[in-house]
């Protein structure tokens, strides 16, 4: 039980804040445009750009990239948001979903294509 005395309370809390506010931000404003559906992975997308640009100009905080690390290595907390995200949006598709896949396909094979290539010719 000493790990709980030596956690970071603050950082676990304005870490998680973060993430849920970027979520429910996106998540609202995806509202707005009629796809709430697509709000985790906005906020994902989001969150990932300012986080970029701030580690650009200034340095991020030890204490944000230390909890990052235990939620990445201790849980799929990460994961869940894009991934409810992406089956609520599967769900909508309807009658795209034929033309969704058939993208998914092709973007997915011909970069992997191309890696091979790549690997096969440098490795």
Same mark, same amino acid.
């Given at each position: 039980m000493d790990w709980i005395k030596t956690?970071?309370?603050?950082?676990w809390a304005g870490t998680i804040a973060l993430i849920i506010i970027?979520?429910? *931000?996106?998540?609202? !404003? =995806?509202?707005?445009?009629?796809?709430?559906?697509?709000?985790?992975l906005v906020g994902l997308i989001s969150l990932l750009i300012v986080l970029s640009l701030w580690r650009k100009f200034n340095k991020i905080s030890v204490r944000l990239v230390d909890t990052n690390n235990k939620i990445m290595?201790?849980?799929?907390?990460?994961?869940?948001?894009?991934s *409810?995200?992406?089956? !609520? =949006?599967?769900?909508?598709l309807g009658e795209e979903m034929p033309i969704f896949?058939?993208?998914?396909?092709?973007?997915?094979?011909?970069?992997?294509?191309?890696?091979?290539?790549?690997?096969?010719?440098?490795l």
């Open positions: 956690l970071d309370w603050k950082a970027f979520r429910e *931000a996106s998540v609202w !404003l =995806m509202g707005q445009f009629n796809h709430p559906e697509l709000g985790n290595k201790e849980s799929a907390f990460a994961f869940l948001p894009i *409810a995200g992406s089956l !609520l =949006m599967l769900k909508h896949l058939v993208v998914l396909f092709i973007s997915t094979l011909i970069p992997l294509w191309v890696y091979a290539k790549m690997s096969k010719k440098w």
